[in-house]
């Protein structure tokens, strides 16, 4: 016998309290695969942000010869689109996924709303270390190396050629801490998550008809 003190009534999440022990269990199991999922498919745009990051060593890749291009754009349109958007654009992915994690973590059906919040927390914290610091680290050291790893791929030019090409991310962390303090505030104004999704289910419910 579990004893805890009573919630405030307020905090109590009133459509979840009908579901037994072993729906919860089934539905929590079924939600952690879907996160686990979720988790793995966001490493795409996290990805496709490294990739807008590093255009100019994406462009002497064999098969990318087509982003040459961007090499040639000024420098304050280069500095733009390598250096502002890419942490603009992570920042505005990032801002949509509390609202999917909460819709994601209530189907676990949590009794109170303290629970589900500290279960979003949880999924975001996972988010924020394999995508944000993983996924972003390893993607723009392999992205700047890329062209190398073509001419001489092996174990220990990997392994080299990444410890010298790591260190080098720094500078995109630093421009996403900056655009975090810069847009922060603009953003939770404009309230972008929201927005689209809000966008998204006024179009869904116009196809319905």
Known sequence: LRVRPSPYVNDVLWSSLGTNRFFRAVRTFVVCLAVGALLFFWAVPVGFVQALANLDTLAKVRGLEFLAPAG?????????????????????????????????????APSTYTRLDSHVLASFYAFEVINVFLVSTLAGGIFKILSQLQADLNAQTVANLLGSSIPGQSVFFVNLVLSYALYQYPLKALRVGELIISRFKVWRSKSYF
């Open 72 to 108: 040639s754009m000024s420098t304050g349109a280069r500095g733009f689109v390598q250096g502002v958007l890419p942490p603009l654009i992570l920042i505005i992915f990032f801002a949509l996924l509390p609202k999917i994690l909460r819709g994601l973590n209530k189907l676990r």
